[in-house]
């Protein structure tokens, strides 16, 4: 079956330092990608998502293409802040129209 | 309201006895979805509504385990004879419509179970 696999955490930054999770998928045809984002205390929230390959989603700064070759969704920052600290989720809609979820990261920035 | 509500936020419950889980989803919203996030786990899917009915069912991890939908809009996730394995926050989302999912999803804030 479907599933996706991200890095495991906890990722550990200073402010203003780049930032890479890596995402990889395993799917059958070309699946809608997602990365969602849950902030301390609150709820799990889209943070961006691209649906075709060589799409790239962005949203407060973040980035991700979906590379259909290495079949990832990597997600990329270029100057992380303090309030950046969170788990993120990579995810996948699958042909049933379920997502399909990573373990979650977490990402925690040191001022 | 605005967003996907849930209640209790926290619950602390003795092994064996019942709990009942509550979500209220966003208002227009059709689909909803239970899953279980375990600490440091990923996402484990539960049950899927569509209206009232129940399509999926597949998540769930036993028979302990039963959700209901009511008038299309508030649901309740029932764990009978609960054990310390269902320690876990259980969280709940809604979307406007599963058949035209563009998989973004609205989640509540969780509701974090603890058995003793």
């Known amino acids: 079956g479907d599933s996706v696999t991200q890095m495991e955490g906890p990722v550990t930054l200073s402010e203003e330092a780049f930032l890479t999770i890596n995402c990889t998928y395993t799917?059958?045809?070309?699946?809608?990608l997602f990365w969602y984002v849950q902030y301390p205390g609150e709820g799990l929230q889209l943070l961006l998502k691209?649906?075709?390959a060589d799409d790239k989603g962005s949203n407060k700064g973040f980035e991700a293409t979906y590379r259909k070759e290495t079949t990832s969704f990597h997600l990329e920052k270029g100057s992380v802040q303090v309030s950046d600290s969170a788990v993120y989720f990579c995810?996948?809609?699958?042909?049933?129209?379920?997502?399909?979820w990573g373990a979650g990261t977490k990402l925690i920035i040191k001022p | 309201g605005a967003g996907v509500s849930q209640s209790p936020s926290n619950k602390v419950t003795e092994k064996g006895k019942d709990v009942e889980l509550r979500c209220d989803p966003i208002?227009?919203?059709?689909?909803l979805y239970w899953y279980r996030q375990s600490l440091g786990q990923g996402l484990e899917f539960l049950i899927y509504f569509q209206g009232n009915s129940a399509p999926d069912k597949s998540g769930l991890p036993s028979d302990r385990f039963s959700a209901e939908r009511t008038g299309g809009s508030v649901s309740t996730l029932t764990i009978q004879r609960t054990q310390q394995e269902d320690s876990a926050v259980y969280l709940c989302?809604?979307?406007?419509?599963?058949?035209?999912?563009?998989?973004?999803?609205?989640f509540g804030e969780g509701s974090r179970l603890t058995v003793l």
């Open positions: 208002s227009g919203h059709t689909a």
């Open positions: 691209a649906t075709k």
């Open positions: 995810a996948l809609l699958d042909s049933n129209y379920q997502l399909i």
């Open positions: 989302a809604s979307s406007l419509t599963p058949a035209a999912n563009t998989g973004e999803l609205f």
């Open positions: 799917a059958t045809g070309y699946p809608s």
